[in-house]
């Protein structure tokens, strides 16, 4: 069983930073990109930014200048560094993951977190 476990939300004055973070853990052979998405209320899920297992990152146009993405320990890690936040940005946001659970062989699956909330509001 695979597992992605999102911290780092909460709440922030507009103009501030939050970084978040997203492990994954269990059963895995190999991942391969991760990424960060993100539901406002009322609106459709987004993507905010992918990264590859070779670390290519790839961005959402509105938030390439404000949002990073990374990765670390092997790629099981994923973080997103938010910067000059604005109250647009609140939502909840979402990591996933394209899984191997066994060998080369198996099917790649996605996996995705819980979600954490972000909230930018003085």
């Known amino acids: 069983q695979v597992q992605l476990v999102e911290s780092g939300g909460g709440l922030v004055q507009p103009g501030g930073s939050l970084r978040l973070s997203c492990a994954a853990s269990?059963?895995?052979?190999?991942?391969?990109?991760m990424g960060w998405y993100r539901q406002a209320p009322g609106k459709e899920r987004e993507l905010v930014a992918t990264?590859?297992?070779?670390?290519?990152?790839n961005y959402a146009d509105s938030l390439k200048d404000r949002f990073t993405i990374s990765t670390y320990n092997a790629g099981n890690t994923v973080y997103l560094q938010m910067n000059r936040l604005k109250p647009e940005d609140t939502a909840v946001y979402y990591c996933?993951?394209?899984?191997?659970?066994?060998?080369?062989?198996?099917?790649?699956?996605?996996?995705w977190g819980q979600g954490t909330q972000v909230t930018v509001a003085s």
């Open positions: 996933n993951a394209a899984i191997r659970v066994r060998n080369w062989s198996s099917p790649e699956i996605t996996a």
């Open positions: 269990g059963t895995i052979f190999s991942i391969g990109a």
């Open positions: 990264i590859t297992s070779g670390g290519t990152p």
